[in-house]
């Protein structure tokens, strides 16, 4: 299937071919060479099994090095936060390493580095992650300090002191970040007060209010091995790798895990947000909106429109921004799909004085996806690249173990993985022209600029953009969906938090 | 309490990572390397886990080898590499590689510029013919050459001014050279980028852009005999070029502190040490790479342990032994914490470097450094790309392929005498610089916090 898919786009390739030179006269003018044979790609085989506790084991032995890695996921990140508490997730996490059971902070580190081990925690919408690698004889002792972390973390009072500033100062990085303003104030105005709308680790505001009580009780309610799945890839054999996971995790208890209840996005509005920050070398831009979950029905073809804006194989917010014009480094557009919604968003960054042009000629492309048909060949790059690329997806077992898990989470049959390709396969031109009319908002883009608002704002109105807030960074708050300190939604919070 | 757990641990650690012998060896590469009539490196190996094939062409220049008033060019002139040559129209060779699948990019660097594509492994014929018409036909025209140098200086202003401590490299580079070209940073200063023209670009694809000048390394699901006829094929009807000039400029020693106090408009202040040292494959390198770690890689760093953790003064600390093609520095980099005094967090780094001079590293942190390089090692070489890196990195920068897998040993055999010997050999009072950024008030703190 796959082979016959590449042999098709080789023979486009290979009949295409121009001449030009001006210098190098002697070397001839020629088409590219054919393609050897291709050979057969299956994905790999892995093993899973679900212990008495209710923990999903996903292993795949491989020899490729003298290597184990693993990853296990939580299934509770800011969704599962108690709405008054944003920020705790990312506090979970954080000092999931900073002592456990008998460990100090210390030990655990000093532990994982003395046996040349990597040990990474972290978290995300809905989920926390505890992952790493070791030189495969250090395998035992490694699941044994991950066992401690995940299920025994001690939360100490002056690790939670120290993790709270160290926040502190990381925001204060952040807010003079222009990659993370942008993203912070997209996703907290697209989603509102819902929580995939939450800046990870919170807001100077919100980081004062976490107690250890809190910590404790988001542990308690869910870590717990019904709740939670694991991979452990490397060179040893399916039963060794299932034995080290249960020596580790079997005795772990099960326990029934509460329903998370969350709020409902609000509705796609059009907006333009200008948060001021003088003296930028570059706008920052985001243009975007509330889109759809991981698995709904046209998340296959709504895919694939997207990636002809801004993906691989296709880009077409690359070709007018930064071929033809020279406008920016970098301009993509993705579906970003999580359990309950997602967001359609593009990105770019662009010199000040071009802020205008390249947003205009941005919100231009959400609006020709829309109303013209997709050209074949366009699509078809799309596709070629997503069937080409497949064997580069499974090159390491780790990449191999992050797409069944993937699938795991979201509750979907690993099989699906084998069908995937084939599902990209049939999308046709016009399934991608009614999923952009059914699902593309280019009437209700919200806009988000972070730059030296003085230099570009009165570009905004010739490009047609009568409208819009700006905002000054002293008046930012992104615990608020309306971003402004001290509005209705934000006045809850004590502010004027300082990081002393 | 806490205190003597923390010891115990310490102790236990050490005896179950017991000596070196207990650490397990990577399999060697088993390679296959050859030089062609026109003076172009192959290096092939033969990685049959999966049916994909990584393709990399290095040039050996980079932007120590720019001229003054032309710093940028060697990035910039890779960009260009993607406009166009005799049979591949400008842009379509890296849409002709996304649409096979495949994936394909550059990078450059102080000492080299590298192309490299991983594909299907059954289109390495097509890559090969690829980049072969690259080498001996590019052919950029004057707009796109316009347009691409807006594009880089984008790159610039994103990746450099754009972003709190973006500049901080080219600070730390620019105040610690005087005269060798690594003072500057491989993407250059806009007023060089402007003043690039179409004839420089013609003039260093001459120059540098030869197979005499260049080493292509394979590695993937091929069969060796065949890559060679095929590289042979495309690559070896190259013709060769003149001999590569050489004339960089060589850094005076440096026989006086510098002591340099700046300001930025970034968040938080930063300090920076540094000492001027050795470069890459002089048998110093290693046990200073091993002081490095012992600095700064892990939580149990003294670095992060000293002055993130325990003394609480920085956001972050870290350093890096810088070795390269040329000598350049072993530096540490703290960012130091809302309120904290800059000139503190310059004595705690100060106080870092002169324990190991007096003292050493201890038994307990060699063995730690060794696994930590031996896993670096294991698990940078689990992709074709990766391996690539190492066999072109040895064959081109050490001159010599065998480092691609000699290197392990000589990591291992590392003493703590060596480690405390380059200490005392390199971080002289004379190779010191101290540089202080501290933040250019711009008036408004961010919503919640306070400057």
Redesign the interface.
């Known amino acids: 299937m796959i082979s016959r898919v590449?042999i098709g786009?080789?023979a486009?390739?290979f009949g295409a071919?121009?001449?030009?030179?001006?210098?190098?006269q002697s070397?001839?003018?020629?088409?590219?060479?054919?393609?050897?044979?291709?050979?057969p790609?299956d994905f790999p085989s892995y093993q899973l099994r679900t212990l008495a506790n209710g923990l999903q084991v996903l292993v795949i032995p491989t020899h490729?090095?003298?290597?184990v890695?693993f990853r296990m996921i939580i299934k509770a990140g800011a969704v599962q936060e108690p709405a008054s508490r944003p920020g705790v997730a990312s506090f979970v996490a954080a000092l999931l390493?900073q002592g456990a059971g008998?460990?100090?902070?210390?030990?655990?580190?000093?532990?994982?580095?003395?046996?040349?081990?990597?040990l990474g925690v972290g978290s995300g919408n809905e989920l926390t992650y505890v992952q790493g690698?070791?030189?495969?004889?250090q395998t035992d002792?490694a699941l044994a300090l991950m066992s401690d972390i995940v299920r025994s973390p001690a939360f100490p009072e002056q690790e939670i002191v120290?993790q709270k500033?160290?926040a502190?100062?990381?925001?204060?990085?952040g807010?003079?970040?222009?990659?993370y303003l942008a993203n912070a104030a997209f996703n907290r105005l697209v989603f509102g007060a819902h929580p995939y709308g939450r800046p990870g680790q919170g807001?100077?505001?919100t980081i004062g209010r976490i107690t250890r009580a809190d910590l404790v009780a988001f542990h308690r309610a869910w870590f717990v091995p019904n709740n939670a799945l694991i991979a452990v890839v490397g060179d040893l054999t399916a039963d060794q790798l299932f034995a080290a996971v249960e020596k580790a995790f079997g005795n772990w208890e099960r326990r029934d895990v509460p329903a998370a209840v969350v709020e409902t996005p609000p509705a796609p509005t059009r907006r333009v947000v200008v948060i001021d920050r003088?003296?930028?070398?570059?706008t920052?831009i985001r243009a975007g909106h509330l889109s759809i979950e991981r698995t709904h029905p046209d998340y296959i073809p709504f895919d694939m429109a997207i990636r002809i804006l801004g993906g691989?194989?296709a880009n077409r917010l690359f070709g007018v921004l930064?071929?033809?014009?020279?406008?920016?480094?970098?301009a993509s557009a993705d579906l970003n799909s999580f359990r309950t919604a997602g967001t359609v968003v593009a990105e770019t960054?662009?010199?000040t004085s071009a802020t205008g042009e390249t947003l205009r000629l941005m919100v231009d492309e959400f609006v020709r996806l829309q109303r013209e048909s997709v050209h074949p060949a366009e699509l078809r790059?799309a596709q070629?690249?997503?069937?080409?690329?497949?064997?580069?997806t499974?090159?390491?077992s780790s990449a191999i173990a992050e797409q069944v898990l993937v699938r795991l989470f979201f509750g979907q049959d690993p099989l699906e993985i084998e069908t995937y390709l084939d599902r990209v396969g049939r999308v046709s031109p016009s399934d991608v022209q009614r999923v952009a009319r059914e699902l593309l908002k280019p009437e209700q883009l919200t806009i988000v600029l972070v730059g030296d608002a003085a230099t570009f704002v009165n570009q905004l109105r010739p490009m047609g953009f009568f409208e819009y807030e700006r905002i000054?960074?002293?008046?930012?708050?992104?615990d608020s969906p309306t971003l402004r300190?001290g509005s209705a939604a934000g006045a809850a919070a004590p502010?004027?938090?300082?990081?002393? | 309490m806490v205190r003597a757990f923390a010891l115990v641990g310490v102790v236990l650690a050490c005896s179950s990572a017991a000596s070196v012998d207990t650490i397990v060896r990577p399999p060697k590469f088993d390679y296959r390397m050859t030089t062609l009539d026109n003076g172009l490196q192959v290096v092939l190996l033969e990685d049959h886990s999966t049916p994909v094939t990584h393709i990399a062409v290095w040039y050996h220049v980079g932007s120590k080898d720019e001229k003054p008033g032309r710093t940028g060019f060697a990035h910039l002139f890779e960009h260009l590499m993607f406009k166009g040559s005799k049979n591949v129209r400008p842009d379509q060779h890296p849409s002709w590689i996304t649409s096979i699948g495949g994936e394909a990019n550059a990078q450059t660097d102080e000492d080299t510029t590298l192309y490299w594509q991983t594909v299907p492994s059954h289109h390495l014929p097509f890559v090969l013919w690829l980049e072969a018409d690259r080498m001996a036909s590019l052919d950029v025209s004057e707009d796109k050459f316009v347009t691409e140098r807006e594009v880089v200086k984008e790159e610039r202003r994103m990746r450099f001014e754009n972003q709190p401590f973006g500049r901080l490299p080219e600070i730390i580079f620019d105040n610690a050279f005087a005269t060798h070209p690594y003072r500057h940073q491989t993407i250059g200063s806009l007023v060089d980028l402007e003043a690039a023209s179409i004839n420089d670009v013609r003039e260093f694809h001459r120059t540098y852009y030869v197979p005499n000048n260049a080493t292509v390394v394979i590695v993937g699901d091929f069969d060796s005999d065949e890559a060679q006829g095929l590289v042979q094929r495309y690559l070896g009807r190259v013709p060769r070029g003149k001999p590569v000039p050489r004339d960089i400029p060589v850094e005076p020693t440096h026989t006086m502190e510098k002591v340099v106090t700046t300001s930025e408009a970034w968040p938080l202040p930063a300090v920076v040490l540094s000492h001027h040292i050795t470069f890459d494959g002089h048998p110093d390198a290693y046990p200073l790479h091993i002081l490095a770690k012992v600095m700064s890689d892990g939580d149990s760093s003294r670095l992060y342990r000293s002055l993130v953790y325990e003394q609480q003064v920085a956001l972050a600390a870290f350093g890096e032994a810088k070795l390269i093609e040329h000598p350049n520095l072993f530096y540490m980099v703290a960012i130091v914490n809302p309120g904290g005094q800059p000139a503190a967090v310059m004595q705690a780094l100060a106080q870092q470097v002169e324990r190991v001079k007096a003292e050493g590293i201890t038994a307990a942190e060699l063995n730690r450094a060794k696994r930590q390089f031996a896993r670096d090692y294991i698990l940078g070489r689990e992709t074709v790309r990766q391996k690539a890196l190492h066999l072109g990195h040895a064959a081109v920068l050490h001159n010599d392929i065998t480092t691609a897998d000699g290197e392990f040993d000589l990591f291992q055999n590392v003493t703590l005498e060596d480690v405390q010997r380059v200490a005392r050999t390199y971080f002289t009072d004379g190779s010191r610089m101290r540089l202080t950024i501290l933040p250019k008030g711009n008036g408004q703190a961010p919503g919640g916090m306070s400057r």
């Open positions: 590449l786009s080789a486009v390739i071919c121009v001449a030009s030179g001006a210098y190098g070397w001839p003018s020629e088409a590219p060479p054919p393609p050897l044979p291709s050979k790609v490729e090095q003298p290597s890695s390493n008998t460990r100090s902070a210390s030990d655990i580190a000093d532990t994982i580095d003395s046996a040349g081990g990597l690698a070791v030189v495969k004889d002792l120290l500033q160290q502190m100062s990381s925001l204060q990085v807010y003079d970040d222009p990659d807001t100077p505001d003088p003296g930028s070398a570059q920052e691989e194989g930064r071929s033809d014009r020279g406008l920016t480094y970098g960054d662009t010199r790059g070629d690249f997503m069937a080409g690329n497949f064997p580069l499974i090159e390491t000054p960074i002293s008046q930012l708050d992104l300190r502010s004027g938090q300082s990081p002393r």
